[in-house]
């Protein structure tokens, strides 16, 4: 906008005086970015409507406001990324792929005092390189930008990064952090990395007091739990060794850490992912004795990474054939946990395990995945991914090679799991029971049965599947994971042949699983009614029906499938008295065998339910 523009619309508004210098930003070709429209040009200014015409991404003309943009956009400086992507196209490209570091150093220039929010800089990237490719770029390049000694990279994503008025190197600006928290936590993770960062440097002398510091949080701080101080005590050791100090006079040492060996699977559960297989041999060298079973007790309750860890672990350690019956033995007891499962399926065609996972891969390894992805959909609080239906979906070879040895009756059992399976979405269900089609042709029956069976509805009222929906989730939220507790309580009594607590529990979870499944097709058929659909011309469902015969003469209310209650004469219309008298009309007789006898009742009258109500 020109002086003469802006002058006219002050003119206008005197309130906008003191924005003049914002207004006379707002000139042809300037770039912007709107809080709604997001970035866009100035293309024009139209005097007559006293209007900006800016093009964004999405709306080429849009009229608007001076006025109004004051509080909602943004005029961007020349040298902001996000013009620059449109005017130095190529040399942000290359920035891009080759220099991350500097292209945020050039960012940081276009903001006031050459800073700003971690949270705003990478919208800014994201925006120039795009939601797609942003965020697998990120996660290298800010390995290059923490390195950079021109700028500080923020703890925290609502602090600043700043671009330095001198160059600080990693390993100064690490120090300085360390010595400017209190954190014990903080304290060993910038201990890891001072440790990257000066591993092939001269080490200065300032290393001793950042080694008192670390030994102090690992000894004394109350803010971290066993798994942290020990990983803090390895951080810790890995210093010394750079100052030269010698290990073995630190305490507490790792070994003491780890000195109870029941407390293992606690610790295991959250140290890093780099630290495991270093927990691993620490675990051998502090339990030479021991470390066999606990592995074993480690990798039954592992995941993730830490599953292929202690699998090689074991591998590496001897112990290939005790892993390979102790595998058998877990999938016999229904105890194999879905890392493990996950890690079997995936490593099944693999040279180096190929003899311990051959005689693994059979329809009763699928049935414990098909047990282990139910058991994960029931106790998951979301609908969050299942990694184990994953595979088991985009993996096409997997269940040919789960079905390889199966007989027809297996494979139909296992089909039947997969329909009722709760992991599973309705079109993920019918792509794996093509699969299963396809190797056994009959199954085809099962998929046509329940599409019949599912397209016959019952009536229900509303307070009866209210009901049925409470019972259905007592035994999901409530009955299905204490059974689970319960089972698992009874393995760790021994024997399983001859555990009855556990056989109960397993005899409970087939009850409980049956219940589910029933409840689940009985729900997904009812429609729920208010009965004001009958009518007094003849019997339907929601009518009220005098009778005789037997001898006697009574008043019947026909409701839905799940409310009869015969003590007050209300049947269901599913029952054979309330089937038999469906569209029968006044004065008609109908025939209903009840036990051995046959007994014949006629029509009297026809009244609604809907109008006693």
């Not at 600006?173 to 910038?190: D, K, P």
């Not at 993730?304 to 202690?310: D, I």
């Not at 329809?363 to 969050?384: G, H, K, N, T, V």
């Not at 595979?391 to 059992?413: G, V």
């Amino acid at each position: 906008m020109n002086s003469e523009a802006v002058s006219a619309l002050i003119a206008k508004n005197p309130s906008l005086k003191p924005s003049k210098a914002q207004l006379e930003a707002m000139e042809p070709g300037a770039y912007c970015i709107h809080r709604s429209w997001g970035f866009g040009q100035i293309k024009s200014y139209n005097d007559a409507t006293q209007k900006l015409i800016i093009d964004f991404l999405n709306k080429k003309g849009h009229p608007m406001d001076p006025a109004f943009c004051l509080g909602s956009m943004q005029i961007l400086p020349a040298n902001h990324l996000l013009v620059r992507k449109q005017t130095e196209s190529a040399k942000i490209a290359k920035l891009i792929a080759e220099d991350p570091a500097q292209l945020v150093v050039e960012g940081l220039q276009a903001y006031p005092n050459n800073a700003t929010t971690a949270i705003d800089l990478e919208i800014t990237l994201a925006e120039v390189l795009g939601e797609d490719k942003f965020k697998k770029w990120w996660s290298s390049a800010k390995k290059a930008i923490a390195k950079d000694p021109r700028i500080a990279v923020p703890a925290k994503k609502t602090e600043c990064y700043i671009l330095r008025e001198t160059p600080v190197s990693a390993e100064d600006e690490i120090m300085e952090q360390f010595n400017g928290t209190r954190s014990a936590r903080r304290r060993i993770l910038l201990a890891e990395d001072l440790v990257a960062a000066a591993g092939s440097k001269e080490v200065k002398g300032d290393l001793k007091a950042i080694l008192t510091g670390v030994t102090e949080s690992v000894k004394d701080s109350n803010q971290l739990d066993a798994a942290e101080r020990l990983y803090g005590a390895f951080v810790r050791d890995s210093l010394a060794k750079l100052v030269g100090v010698d290990v073995s006079t630190l305490e507490p040492s790792q070994a003491s850490l780890i000195a109870n060996v029941r407390d293992l699977v606690d610790i295991a559960d959250k140290i890093p992912v780099p630290f495991q297989s270093h927990f691993l041999d620490l675990v051998k060298e502090t339990h030479p004795i021991e470390y066999r079973d606990a592995a074993f007790t480690l990798l039954k309750t592992s995941q993730g990474k830490f599953t292929t860890e202690c699998i090689n672990f074991l591998v590496e350690n001897g112990h290939a054939d005790e892993l390979a019956a102790a595998l058998k033995r877990w999938q016999v007891e229904q105890n194999l946990r879905a890392p493990v499962l996950l890690w079997i399926v995936k490593n099944r065609h693999s040279k180096k395990f190929a003899k311990l996972l051959n005689d693994l891969i059979t329809p009763r390894l699928l049935s414990a995945i098909f047990f282990a992805i139910d058991y994960e959909a029931l106790q998951a609080a979301s609908a969050r991914r299942i990694p184990l239906g994953d595979i088991l979906s985009e993996d096409t070879d997997l269940i040919a090679d789960l079905l390889s040895t199966a007989d027809p009756e297996t494979a139909r059992d296992l089909a039947n799991a997969l329909m009722l399976n709760q992991g599973f979405e309705e079109l993920t269900k019918k792509s794996l029971l093509a699969r299963f089609i396809k190797i056994f042709p009959g199954i085809q029956s099962i998929v046509a049965k329940e599409a019949e069976s599912n397209e016959e509805q019952i009536l229900v009222s509303r307070s009866s599947y209210e009901t049925k929906r409470i019972e259905y989730e007592t035994i999901v939220s409530k009955k299905i994971p204490e059974n689970s507790k319960a089972i698992a309580t009874a393995r760790e009594h021994g024997d399983l042949k001859e555990n009855s607590e556990y056989k109960m529990a397993k005899q409970d979870q087939t009850v409980l699983m049956a219940q589910k499944s029933q409840l689940e097709k009985e729900l997904s058929r009812a429609r729920i009614t208010d009965f004001k659909e009958a009518n007094s011309e003849q019997v339907s469902v929601g009518s009220i029906v005098e009778v005789s015969g037997a001898g006697k003469q009574v008043k019947y209310t026909l409701l839905g499938a799940w409310d009869s209650v015969p003590e007050k004469d209300i049947l269901s219309y599913k029952t054979p008295l309330g089937l038999a008298l469906l569209g029968k009309k006044t004065g008609e007789s109908v025939k209903v065998k009840i036990g051995t006898s046959e007994e014949t009742y006629t029509i009297k009258s026809i009244g609604r339910y809907a109008d006693t109500i």
